[in-house]
């Protein structure tokens, strides 16, 4: 079980080194953002309105020295594009980040009996459960009143309102104020007070879906016309069923460099080398196709081979649906059907919450993937017409390529079976059981040391060398950023919070080893399973110590006695009373040092672990 967590989990990030300090930067990690922005052609603005017009999103292509090269190479070989040339100018993006399904967590990981304070894509958020309607409600999380936090308040008795804990003003699910204990002397200025629009808290649209909660953070009446016609995230096979369900991470790495990292296969052997059965020497060159077209609001999808022997005979697909997706199919020889998904959304600049989900199955997908448009491009009176040509298919939930008409997706035999019997085990335990962390250690690490080197040098996505097949996706995911206009488009000339609840002011400011790879701030505090799991722990930990104790206890007791007494071991029953109590006080107490060795890595630190290990000295280990 622990063998199948790791493997799963080098699929699910990238990590950093024994010893981390990170220093503040000379080049502000806004100014190398900024560099990735393409060069804005004029704007024809509307003679009726005097608003930018807006531009259709046109599907570009990688640029020819990233892929033209590796069309004329066989398969498996490496090629070297020539010198990068101009980028073109490109028309400014009319992308808009919040007219997206935001996945906010897990929905098992979200406390039903408080507000859950939570940051997406800048915005300050409170997310708390209605009783009395069952679903969950995502608000701004400041009150009208002081603009206090109302993620400090609670929630009233019958758990249908949201009460603010510094004076008492009271929330529905639509955000009205519904009582202002200052005013319950005076009924007609109680009531003027919960009709005006300035005490009301503004309220989005959420979406329950595939074990997630989404929220669309546009909350205009455009947006929520919006929110009605698009589609939900596709996020289920029900040829692979779920094996490792759904588990968050917020951490210290801008979303960029996840979603690169989510389009990097050839790392895996390298960076988690002497895990698994990760090693440089049975890695071989990924042979494949070039990614041929980028689109703004399709993504696009790279189909790739083997990066490990043991995968021979490989048919991957990884496909990015923007803007915080990216869906892989590994179809190997054995027919063995192995789906991945990968959801990183920004926080603040720096910081990102990546989701990762597994399944593991029989029958590979067929025919081409979904290219449907989202409502996604900023619209005025097209607004109408966009969303008509776009709800096709609306409520449909397409988990991946389609298939044909005779196609009934059913598992093969008993491979179905059992991988819907091992994921109905893994589904039943919580994941703090079987879900290890240091392969996210390496991947955070490594990239956090990258996004410091890369800050303090002002070097940028342009400065890499991407020169082989390897680097498709990777350059793919870059011309995506260049279209989007990330970060300008999200992040605005404010430049997005700088500091927020999750790692202090990184990244303008240090952040540890123990930072780095805590625990609590990485996942324990955003997740109420594990904080009831950590409890749990922490108490199986002190009774097995307390037993162990008590086990030494006896056994000197009758140590004792055995010495006092003529009679020896007889005194005592002989010695097998004697030798039960010395080997119950070693097994516990091995137990119980296991036991807070494992409470540590799983709820508090990886920092001790990874100085154990060697941090990435581990890596040669397995690789000779």
Partial sequence: MAVLSSKVAAHYGAFQGP??????????????????????????????????????????????????????KPA???????APAPEPLQQPSSYVWERNWAPVAPLASLDPSRPNPVMLLG??????????????????????HRLAPLSEGRLDAAGNRLTCAYHGWEFNEGGQCTRVPQLMADPRAAATAYASARNCVKTFPTLEHDGLLFVWLDDSAEGRAAAQLARKPRLHDDNAPTTIDWFMNELPSDYTFWLEQAMDPSHASFLHQGLVNFSSTTAVPVAGNPVEDVNLMKGFRWQHGAYEKSLTGLK???????????AVWYNQANSTLTRYWTLVVPVRPGVARVFFRAGFGKLAPEGRADDGVEPNVKRSAATASTLASNSQDSATDLSGPLRGPNHRGRKSGVSGRLASGVARIFNWLPHWVYVGQLLADQDLTMMCRQEVLMDRNGLTYRDYVLNSMADAGVAAMNTWFKQAEYPHSLWGESRGPQSGATYGSWPALDLSLDDLLSRQDRHVRHCVTCQKGMKFVTAMCAALTAAAGLAAVVAAMLAVLMVVNPNGAAAVGGWGPFGGAVTAALGLGAAAV????????????????WRRIGGFAYMGKKGK
């Avoid at 930067?25 to 509307?46: D, E, G, K, M, Y």
């Avoid at 498996?76 to 594009?81: C, E, I, L, R």
């Fill in 19 to 72: 010893s981390l300090r990170l220093r503040k930067n000379p080049v502000p990690f806004w100014n190398r953002l900024s560099r990735i922005q393409p060069v804005r052609a004029a704007q024809p603005t509307s003679l009726a309105t005097g608003v930018t017009a807006p531009t259709a999103p046109v599907a570009s292509k990688v640029t020819a020295n990233e892929t033209q090269d590796m069309k004329t």
């Fill in 123 to 144: 915005q300050s958020l409170v997310v708390w459960r209605h009783a009395e309607l069952g679903r969950w409600v995502m608000q701004s999380d400041v009150c009208p």
């Fill in 316 to 326: 991957a697909i990884r496909e990015f649906q923007p803007p915080f997706t990216v």
């Fill in 594 to 609: 296991n036991g807070w060795a494992f409470r540590e890595e799983r709820f508090v630190s990886g920092a001790s672990q």
């Fill in 76 to 82: 498996g070989q490496t090629s070297t594009p020539p």
